[in-house]
């Protein structure tokens, strides 16, 4: 996976255990396979945007704490693959 991917995972995982929830309690939540959570977290499955949205809601959370922190300098370095 890439930047991308991987501070996503653990921006999500900051934010489950913030919100004290196991991944299989937030992905039944979230109306997600019980596995998906925890692919997500260690960045093997990329997420759709409105997957995003779904989990912000769940967490409680705004989409800037899901989203890794944009650096315009260093987009391109981010989007490649590892």
């Known amino acids: 996976m890439n930047e991308i991917a991987e501070k996503f995972a653990r921006n999500l995982i900051n934010q ?3 919100s004290a929830l196991s991944q299989h309690k937030l992905s039944e939540l979230c109306g ?3 596995n998906y959570i925890g692919m997500l977290e260690r960045a093997e499955r990329r997420v759709t945007l409105e997957k995003v949205y779904i ?3 769940r967490l409680e959370c705004s989409l800037s704490d899901l989203l890794p922190e944009e650096n315009s ?3 391109e370095d981010m989007v490649k693959l590892k």
Do not use: G, Q, S
């Open 16 to 18: 489950r255990t913030k």
């Open 32 to 34: 997600f396979d019980k």
């Open 55 to 57: 989990l912000a809601a």
């Open 73 to 75: 300098a260093h987009i």
